[in-house]
T-cell receptor, first 113, second 114 residues
Framework: GENVEQHPSTLSVQEGDSAVIKCTYS??????FPWYKQELGKGPQLIID?????GEKKDQRIAVTLNKTAKHFSLHITETQPEDSAVYFC????????????FGTGTRLQVFP | DTEVTQTPKHLVMGMTNKKSLKCEQH?????MYWYKQKAKKPPELMFV???????INESVPSRFSPECPNSSLLNLHLHALQPEDSALYLC?????????????FGEGSWLTVV
């Protein structure tokens, strides 16, 4: 089955710094690469995603880069703010098989003012 | 409107009780999901309904019973649960296979089994 790992498991940064979280997966059939943000007491919310035919996607302060050959993709957050503090999950999968969707292990990001 | 609504937000039940968690979406999605999330862990998929048909039901104990009355509603019936079943239960939906699979989550139902 799919093996999904995230690194680091925790990340502490100063407000204004950048943060990078890496997700490594094993299933070569994966062609959709989303990142979810889960704030305390809430459900995960999609923040950015990328498809396998694209190498990079940016949305304001967040970006996702994909290396399909190496089977990893990364979340980049620039100019971090305290409200970015949350747990971030990757969930690579095939768009045809959401019943095989497995979340990564999660990364707890803390942004200190 | 990208909203998945779950009720109740909090539920405390005894091991002999029968209760249900409810989920509703009005995005016209044809796939709905139940996830279980323990503290400091990622969500784990329990059930998938795709076009109102149950797609998976493998290692989840029979004390959890899903029901999909129509494409907008998803219930999770709970009976004879154990304390270790205490967790956050997340409902989600997506447009469905072959269409586009951004998954939208509800806020979750916090379940405590005593």
């Amino acid at each position: 089955g799919e093996n999904v790992e995230q690194h680091p498991s925790t990340l502490s940064v100063q407000e204004g710094d950048s943060a990078v979280i890496k997700c490594t997966y094993s299933d070569s059939a994966s062609n959709y690469f989303p990142w979810y943000k889960q704030e305390l007491g809430k459900g995960p919310q999609l923040i950015i995603d990328i498809r396998s035919n694209v190498g990079e996607k940016k949305d304001q302060r967040i970006a996702v880069t994909l290396n399909k050959t190496a089977k990893h993709f990364s979340l980049h957050i620039t100019e971090t703010q305290p409200e970015d503090s949350a747990v971030y999950f990757c969930a690579p999968h095939s768009i045809y098989n959401t019943d095989k969707l497995i979340f990564g292990t999660g990364t707890r990001l803390q942004v200190f003012p | 409107d990208t909203e998945v609504t779950q009720t109740p937000k909090h539920l405390v039940m005894g091991m002999t009780n029968k209760k249900s968690l409810k989920c509703e979406q009005h995005m016209g999605h044809r796939a709905m999901y139940w996830y279980k999330q323990k503290a400091k862990k990622p969500p784990e998929l329990m059930f998938v309904y795709s076009y109102e048909k149950l797609s998976i039901n493998e290692s989840v104990p029979s004390r959890f019973s899903p029901e999909c009355p129509n494409s907008s509603l998803l219930n999770l019936h709970l009976h004879a649960l154990q304390p270790e079943d205490s967790a956050l239960y997340l409902c989600a939906s997506s447009a469905g296979p072959l269409v586009g699979n951004t998954i939208y989550f509800g806020e979750g139902s916090w379940l405590t089994v005593v």
